[in-house]
T-cell receptor, first 116, second 115 residues
Framework: EPEVTQTPSHQVTQMGQEVILRCVPI?????FYWYRQILGQKVEFLVS????????KSEIFDDQFSVERPDGSNFTLKIRSTKLEDSAMYFC??????????????FGPGTRLTVL | AQKVTQAQTEISVVEKEDVTLDCVYE???????LFWYKQPPSGELVFLIR??????QNEISGRYSWNFQKSTSSFNFTITASQVVDSAVYFC????????????FGGGTRLMVKP
């Protein structure tokens, strides 16, 4: 069964460093998302991406965040200058269609980001 | 604005007991979708079910059942004859037409099933 994959599973970085989290969505999906979950808290939406551009973003997704689909398979989240409060589990998700139809989002296993 | 509330932060049951996880949602949209996801200790998010706002039929899948009631804005999840492997955090989530494709998650309910 197709699944969303994410690399790395765990990333440790120093405050102020740039990190890139990578995701490979399910191959025939058109909508891509990033969410984050601070330890012990709820899952929060960051950004959605469709047709090579951002379609929605939350207040959390400020100028230090960016997303990109550099090729036909990868979907990346870049954090330019990490802060301690960026430590969280980051989930990538994809869906086949938008809200008008099924819109079931399938999640990857997550990348645990630790900022020291 | 949309909101999902899972009032039960933690539930503990003994194996074979039935357990119901509550979910209450708020949205101004008339077209919306409700979801349940399971997060086992390993951390991934596993899709369990999606419900459309215009389909109030309850659903049963094995030991799992879902009760959607628009009148009370609730979408409750029942596990019958719980098993230790059901131990996880369960999240209810909502997406609404006018809020784009984003999922709004509730705070989650941690279910512990003891042998």
């Amino acid at each position: 069964e197709p699944e969303v994959t994410q690399t790395p599973s765990h990333q440790v970085t120093q405050m102020g460093q740039e990190v890139i989290l990578r995701c490979v969505p399910i191959s025939n999906h058109l909508y891509f998302y990033w969410y984050r979950q601070i330890l012990g808290q709820k899952v929060e939406f960051l950004v959605s991406f469709y047709n090579n551009e951002i379609s929605e973003k939350s207040e959390i997704f400020d100028d230090q965040f960016s997303v990109e689909r550099p090729d036909g398979s990868n979907f990346t989240l870049k954090i330019r200058s990490t802060k301690l409060e960026d430590s969280a589990m980051y989930f990538c998700a994809s869906s086949a269609e938008g809200l008008a139809s099924t819109n079931t989002q399938y999640f990857g296993p997550g990348t645990r980001l630790t900022v020291l | 604005a949309q909101k999902v509330t899972q009032a039960q932060t933690e539930i503990s049951v003994v194996e074979k007991e039935d357990v119901t996880l509550d979910c209450v949602y708020e949205t101004r949209d008339t077209t919306y979708y409700l979801f349940w996801y399971k997060q086992p200790p390993s951390g991934e998010l596993v899709f369990l079910i999606r419900r459309n706002s215009f389909d109030e039929q309850n659903e049963i899948s094995g030991r799992y059942s879902w009760n959607f009631q628009k009148s009370t804005s609730s979408f409750n999840f029942t596990i019958t004859a719980s098993q230790v492997v059901d131990s996880a955090v369960y999240f209810c989530a909502l997406s609404a037409r006018n809020a784009g494709n984003m999922l709004t998650f509730g705070g989650g309910t941690r279910l512990m099933v003891k042998p």
